[in-house]
């Protein structure tokens, strides 16, 4: 099992930045590809951006590129998204998720444990 906890969200101002946390614990976290996925209201949860095992490698949604950078800290076990130029549409709950290390990409079923999800709003 991993268990991921994400933290950060809140609520901000369009253009504004914010960063997200997920910190990670249980089986050995630089075995898993970290992803960050979003769900915003009456809409399905989405792809946002993904970081391989070892951090070499990075994929995003085209909507966030230029603007969110994830990255990853094996030795803290935690994963992180900085946005910055936030826009009121990025408003949504953002999850962490963890996929075994020969399961990078960006679909969901990849994904074999979830965080909570924190919330983030961005008002225009």
């Known amino acids: 099992q991993v268990q991921l906890v994400g933290s950060g969200g809140g609520l901000v101002q369009a253009g504004d930045s914010l960063g997200l946390s997920c910190a990670a614990s249980?089986?050995?976290?630089?075995?898993?590809?970290l992803g960050w996925f979003r769900q915003a209201p009456g809409k399905e949860r989405e792809f946002v951006a993904v970081?391989?095992?070892?951090?070499?490698?990075?994929w995003y949604v085209d909507s966030v590129k230029g603007r969110f950078t994830i990255s990853r800290d094996n030795a803290k076990n935690t994963v992180y998204l900085q946005m910055s130029s936030l826009k009121p549409e990025d408003t949504a709950v953002y999850y962490c998720?963890?996929?075994?290390?020969?399961?990078?990409?960006?679909?969901?079923?990849?994904?074999?444990?979830w965080g909570p999800g924190t919330q983030v709003t961005v008002s225009s």
């Open positions: 970081i391989n095992y070892s951090g070499r490698s990075a």
């Open positions: 998720a963890a996929s075994p290390l020969t399961s990078f990409g960006t679909q969901a079923n990849l994904y074999d444990f």
């Open positions: 249980g089986r050995t976290v630089g075995n898993y590809n």
